[in-house]
Nanobody, 122 residues
Framework: QVQLVESGGALVQAGGSLRLSCAASGSIKSIYTMGWYRQAPGKQRELVAAITSGGSTNYADSAKGRFTISRDNAKNTVYLQMNSLKPEDTAVYYC????????????????WGQGTQVTVSS
């Protein structure tokens, strides 16, 4: 019903920057909170940053000062600008979106993308 497609993952050197994008499509009525999570090998998935439909943001401590989350509501797209990347940022990055659909407009469901690989070399 709702699809999320991430892009922008790549291999980058430490200190470099990347911009991830995630576009939502399908039977969307409203998108509420959108977020970026990451999962490194052998570790649990963790929140990186989230943004509400009104623009309020929340960041993990590891992302504060280096990453910026933003969204374009007209395009149903969320972005993650990542600067000063470190090897410990290496992970698969997933976006999610809390979304109601035109078929069930009164209930929000969280949908996930398939992930995009970010690798930071030292």
């Amino acid at each position: 019903q709702v699809q999320l497609v991430e892009s922008g993952g790549a291999l980058v050197q430490a200190g470099g920057s990347l911009r991830l994008s995630c576009a939502a499509s399908g039977s969307i009525k409203s998108i509420y909170t959108m977020g970026w999570y990451r999962q490194a090998p052998g570790k649990q998935r963790e929140l990186v940053a989230a943004i509400t439909s009104g623009g309020s943001t929340n960041y993990a401590d590891s992302a504060k000062g280096r990453f910026t989350i933003s969204r374009d509501n007209a395009k149903n797209t969320v972005y993650l600008q990542m600067n000063s990347l470190k090897p410990e940022d290496t992970a698969v990055y997933y976006c999610n979106a809390e979304t109601s659909t035109i078929y069930i407009p009164y209930r929000a469901v969280t949908y996930w993308g398939q992930g995009t690989q970010v690798t930071v070399s030292s």
